[in-house]
């Protein structure tokens, strides 16, 4: 097991640590949210949803696509990657499996569609 290996095992387990950002995932595995609604749902501040958001996003385990509201304003709705998180034991280490969603472009130019509707 490498550096970065070890690297990317203890961000990632660091970030699922935090309450929020379970949260986060857990709320976005269903429905894509706003992050409005993710304060509301998570209790947490707007920052603190923004904050973890951004981390989440860094290490690729939520997507985002932007959507209108019905006076036409731009906001962005936010959506988990994360099936799965497998933590491996091996010969005198670990190793840590992120799987993601697959991410088809049908069905986001379908809910791009449909937001637009």
């Not at 920052?47 to 731009?74: F, S, V």
Request: charged share 35%; aromatic share 6%.
């Amino acid at each position: 097991m490498g550096e970065d290996t070890d690297i990317a095992a203890k961000t990632v387990g660091e970030l699922l640590e935090d309450e929020y950002a379970r949260s986060i995932l857990a709320e976005t595995s269903t429905e894509a949210l706003s992050a409005t609604e993710l304060a509301e749902r998570c209790g947490a501040s707007s920052p603190t949803i923004y904050r973890r958001l951004n981390r989440l996003q860094e290490l690729d385990m939520i997507d985002d696509e932007q959507a209108l509201d019905p006076d036409g304003h731009h906001y962005r709705r936010f959506s988990a990657r994360v099936e799965r998180v497998t933590i491996e034991l091996t010969d005198g280490g670990y190793e840590v499996t992120v799987d993601r969603t697959a991410e088809d472009a049908v069905d986001r130019f379908t809910e791009l569609y449909e937001g637009l509707r």
